[in-house]
């Protein structure tokens, strides 16, 4: 069963963290990740997954949350980050936020950026030195509309923005890694995407993961309510308000 990014925040939170592991043996702190991801649903992770750096250092745990108030969000954010204290042996925090998506589009029809295990994804983030986000979130957005459409191989992206630091996200999710490699050869990143927004931000990073893990990969036999359903059920169990038999599809995020 897939995991998707919503292309806007009008039903769920999202959220990301970023780990640099201090470990060998990675897979250690990505079992780890998986046992914070099955103690997230108590506190109302829709789902969650975790991508690993095919080239670099790094682990990220994205979890999507049943929408609240920015008071609560705050008091789980905190209590994220003490749970996360079980982990702190194995790697470095090196970034977490909430992140509000404002764009987004796909190329089969569905209505955010899905994914699973096995998946590519690449990601460019952007810090600004200043408070000023918008001039940044516009930019971000006009590159994303500049290239979607044209990207081969590029089954869908997504535009974020932090709401706890001045950080713009851009996700991608690839058919294959030869389809991220291809484009990123043809277009030239470092000469055509680094210019346009290193004017506006001084920290600019680009990777490539793959999805390690989906935290419903157990359930291949469900799928997910559309949000919109989720919200008019109300009550019942999480799983109820999450999923429901195979014959019902995600159909409006």
């Known amino acids: ?15 990301i963290f970023v780990f640099r592991p201090m470990v060998v043996v990675v897979d250690n702190l990505i079992n780890a990740l998986k046992l914070f991801s099955s103690s997230t649903e108590r506190l109302g ?23 609240r108030s920015t008071e609560n969000k705050k008091s789980l954010h905190d209590s994220l980050l003490q749970m996360l204290t079980n ?9 977490h936020s909430f992140f ?8 089969d029809g569905f209505p955010a950026a899905k994914f699973s295990t096995g998946d590519i994804i690449s990601i460019g983030a ?13 930019a971000n957005l006009a590159l994303f509309k500049a290239h979607f459409k044209n990207i081969q191989g590029a089954v869908s992206g997504v535009c974020m923005r932090s709401e706890m ?16 490699y291809t484009w990123i050869l043809n277009t030239d990143y470092r000469a055509t ?25 157990e359930v291949p036999s469900f799928q997910y309510l559309p949000p919109q359903q989720m919200l008019e059920n109300g009550g019942g169990s999480k799983q109820g308000k999450v999923i429901q038999g195979s014959k019902n599809a995600a159909a409006d995020v």
């Open 45 to 67: 992770c829709v789902h969650s997954s975790i991508f690993r750096s095919i080239h670099g250092n790094m682990i990220i745990w994205y979890g999507a949350w049943i929408k």
């Open 193 to 217: 995407v680094l210019p346009y927004l290193n004017r506006l931000s001084p920290d600019i990073k680009f990777d490539v993961f793959r999805v390690v893990y989906v935290s419903d990969d």
């Open 126 to 138: 952007a810090a600004l030195a200043s408070d000023n986000m918008d001039e940044l979130s516009y």
């Open 87 to 95: 982990v702190s042996s194995m790697a470095i925090l090196a970034d």
């Open 100 to 107: 509000e998506a404002y764009a987004g589009e796909s190329k």
């Open 165 to 180: 630091n001045p950080r713009v996200v851009c996700l991608f999710v690839w058919k294959s890694l030869q389809s991220c």
């Open 1 to 15: 069963m897939p995991c998707f990014v919503p292309f806007s925040n009008r039903n769920l939170d999202t959220s």
